[in-house]
């Protein structure tokens, strides 16, 4: 059984960073596509960003050139660096574990982008 426990979110002001981290327990890390997803109060869920196992990555539109996703497979984790922030990135933010019929998510973490 897949879970997901991620962490990092805090309160921080317009132009700064934030790292979130997931940690996957469970088995076979490396088959699954791992991504990170947002939602924002009266919004639904959207997609950040993933990344494949074979390293390949995709992003949002709106957080291309500021966040990067990455994967360790030592550790089981992936991560967001979330770079140049804007009140509009303050959402909750899910970790995403999909693999065939599984797709589980982690609890969130709640990242709010204020001054």
């Known amino acids: 059984q897949v879970q997901l426990v991620e962490s990092g979110g805090g309160l921080v002001q317009p132009g700064e960073s934030l790292r979130l981290s997931c940690v996957f327990s469970?088995?076979?890390?490396?088959?699954?596509?791992m991504g990170w997803y947002r939602q924002a109060p009266g919004n639904q869920r959207e997609l950040v960003a993933d990344?494949?196992?074979?390293?390949?990555?995709n992003y949002a539109d709106s957080v291309k050139g500021r966040f990067t996703v990455s994967r360790d497979s030592a550790k089981n984790t992936v991560s967001l660096q979330m770079n140049s922030l804007k009140p509009e990135d303050t959402a909750v933010y899910y970790c995403?574990?999909?693999?065939?019929?599984?797709?589980?998510w982690g609890q969130g973490t709640q990242v709010t982008v204020s001054s």
């Open positions: 995403n574990a999909k693999r065939v019929a599984w797709n589980v």
């Open positions: 469970g088995t076979f890390f490396g088959l699954y596509i």
């Open positions: 990344i494949r196992p074979d390293g390949r990555t």
